[in-house]
């Protein structure tokens, strides 16, 4: 069975810097993708990053620059760093896993990020 934690989360000024950590129960090189999404209020949940099992990443346009996601094979976790936090990213924030064969998703319960201005 696959688990997901999700941690990291808080409340950082506008301007500020948080990071995210996902850790994985066994090995994350079951996944072809990793990634991060999140959701505000009444908005639907979108994606943030992604990172493959190769390496590459995607961004959403909205944190390019701004965000970066990582992944440390070792410890089985996945990680995104929050740097010139804005207002608008203010979310919870997800983790989220596709296993690679079969392509089922997993995600994680949610971590709280919230941005004050």
């Known amino acids: 069975q696959v688990q997901l934690v999700e941690s990291g989360g808080g409340l950082v000024q506008s301007g500020g810097s948080l990071r995210l950590s996902c850790a994985a129960s066994?090995?994350?090189?079951?996944?072809?993708?990793m990634g991060w999404y999140r959701q505000a209020p009444g908005k639907q949940r979108e994606l943030v990053a992604s990172i493959i099992t190769g390496g590459n990443t995607n961004y959403a346009d909205s944190v390019k620059g701004r965000f970066t996601i990582s992944r440390d094979n070792a410890r089985n976790t996945v990680y995104l760093q929050m740097d010139s936090l804005k207002p608008e990213d203010t979310a919870v924030y997800f983790c989220?896993?596709?296993?690679?064969?079969?392509?089922?998703?997993?995600w994680g319960q949610g971590t709280q990020v919230t941005v004050s201005s």
């Open positions: 066994g090995s994350i090189f079951r996944f072809n993708t």
């Open positions: 989220n896993a596709i296993l690679s064969g079969n392509g089922w998703h997993y």
